[in-house]
């Protein structure tokens, strides 16, 4: 039997899983690009911080999706308004269950949901070190539109800048 996926806005009881999930993905797809020492409980601090912190602005959020997987958190997209735009903040996937395009139904969802809000445009900025983020981010037809260095814990690190000005066609890209 296949696992059943369901995708869903998220609420305010989801925090703690969204905490650990993206604490989780950041330490599986981050490691050697973010200092080490950042790794540990600072990254599990700043995680709470800035997600308590998003919950405490906005509840009930338009735009940060949970992907479920059998009733569990198996994925998660967060897309801020920014400039008329969505600007993607977040896309994560439980490690162990990456490569089962789990992250495609959430890109595909939030076309979908972003097309249907009049909203034109999204982009996103990923390290160019994250090489299996940059093949997917070019899979899921975005566009490479500028490169630039970023202070990240003290790090300086290239960035793609990504966009997708087509959210129809990303909608129907699941």
């Known amino acids: 039997m296949s696992a059943v996926l369901s995708i869903r806005r998220v609420t305010v ?3 703690a899983d969204i905490i650990a999930l993206q604490s989780a993905s950041w330490r599986a797809a981050y490691r050697g690009i973010l200092p080490d020492e950042y790794m540990g409980e600072a990254l599990e601090s700043e995680m709470r911080q800035r997600w308590q912190g998003n919950f405490a602005r906005d509840p009930n ?27 993607i903040d977040n896309l994560h996937v439980r490690p162990d269950l990456r490569g089962q395009r789990i992250g495609h ?9 972003l097309h249907a809000a009049g909203i034109g445009m999204a982009w996103l900025t990923v390290f160019t070190l994250n090489a299996p983020a940059v093949r997917f981010y070019d899979s899921m037809g ?17 960035v793609i800048r990504y966009e997708w000005t087509d959210l129809a066609r990303l909608g129907r890209a699941g």
Do not use: S
Not at 105 to 113: D, I, N, Q, S, V
Not at 142 to 158: F, S, V
């Open 13 to 15: 009881a989801d925090c």
């Open 61 to 87: 959020p338009e735009f940060v999706l949970a992907a479920l997987r059998d009733g569990a958190l198996a994925g998660l997209i967060a897309i801020w308004r920014q400039d008329g735009a969505g600007f």
């Open 105 to 113: 139904a959430l890109m595909a969802e939030a076309g979908r949901r």
């Open 142 to 158: 975005g566009t490479p539109t500028e490169r630039i260095m970023e202070m990240h814990h003290g790090k300086a690190l290239e």
